[in-house]
């Protein structure tokens, strides 16, 4: 079950897990086992962003079953705090790990996400990978099928037919936590995962950065050289002085961050293909 609120690190007014990539993955792997479904968020620096801002993205993080930071300056700022989370753990990794701990019990999965074929290609992927892993089905929504009631009711029929162990979303942040939220009702014993990117990375329609990057913070510049027209507003204007408050706040107070307001720029909605 979730670490109680006490035992948790609070960022931004944002209550973090303080657990490792392999220590989630047991835990979901038991309660699963156990019958329990739940949701995973993974925050990164423009998801916490966007909480202090906007009452939806707060919500989906709250409510969430588990919640573990998806981004190297969060894990610097809780350090600086004197409250430290012991790593990153990104979503693009638990995609991986997740599924490879559901194909040691023939565990299933279900991938919503990309541009035509590419949640297809990813579910291919990982059943090689991992032999024993169901891939109970693959969907790529079309861009705008949120404003579509057939297709969404058909998308979310669809899900819940499969009956699967885990859905990876991939729609971005906070659309992909909308619609497993539609979706939790149905299927309770279900693990949900919002996982942006990750399903394009499985596929190889997109290139994660390299290893050293990930260590180092960097990620982010990676995509920016990638997609500079889409992401030049958001990492360089909104992101970048909100992870420079975070830090000297964190420095400056020794504890973790809550309350204190932070002078960004109004919040831009994350795009719903990230």
């Known amino acids: 079950m979730p670490v109680p609120v006490t035992d948790r690190v609070v960022l931004a007014d944002v209550a973090f897990h303080p657990y490792t990539e392999a220590e989630l993955v047991a835990a979901v792997a038991a309660d699963s086992a ?37 981004g ?71 861009y705008g099928f949120f404003d579509d009631p057939a297709e969404l009711d058909a998308v979310c029929a669809a899900v819940v037919a499969a009956r699967p162990d885990l859905v990876f979303v991939g729609l971005g942040f906070p659309k992909q936590e909308r619609l497993i939220a539609r979706l939790v009702p149905d299927l309770p014993r279900c693990w949900f995962v919002g996982c942006g990117a990750a399903i394009g990375f ?34 360089l204007v909104h992101d970048l002085p909100f992870a420079a408050g975070l830090l000297l706040a964190a420095a400056a107070h020794r504890v973790p961050w809550a309350g204190t307001t932070l002078p960004a720029p109004d919040a831009t909605p994350a795009d719903p293909r990230t």
């Open 72 to 142: 190297t300056p969060l894990v610097w700022a809780s350090r600086l705090a004197g409250a430290a989370l012991p790593e990153r753990v990104a979503g693009s990794n638990l995609i991986w790990s997740l599924s490879a701990a559901l194909a040691a019990r023939t565990g299933s999965v279900y991938l919503l996400g990309g541009p035509p074929g590419v949640a297809d290609r990813a579910g291919t992927v990982l059943a090689q990978r991992y032999p024993g892993l169901v891939v109970a089905g693959a969907a790529s929504p079309s």
């Open 34 to 70: 156990a019958g329990r479904g739940g949701t995973i968020v993974t925050p990164n620096v423009d998801i916490l962003r966007l909480t202090r801002r906007d009452s939806e993205a707060r919500g989906h993080v709250t409510a969430a079953s588990y919640v573990v930071a998806d």
């Open 202 to 235: 499985v596929a190889g329609e997109q290139r994660r950065a390299p290893a050293w990057m990930q260590r180092t913070g960097l990620e982010w510049l990676h995509r920016l050289a990638s997609e500079p027209t889409r992401l030049a507003r958001r990492y």
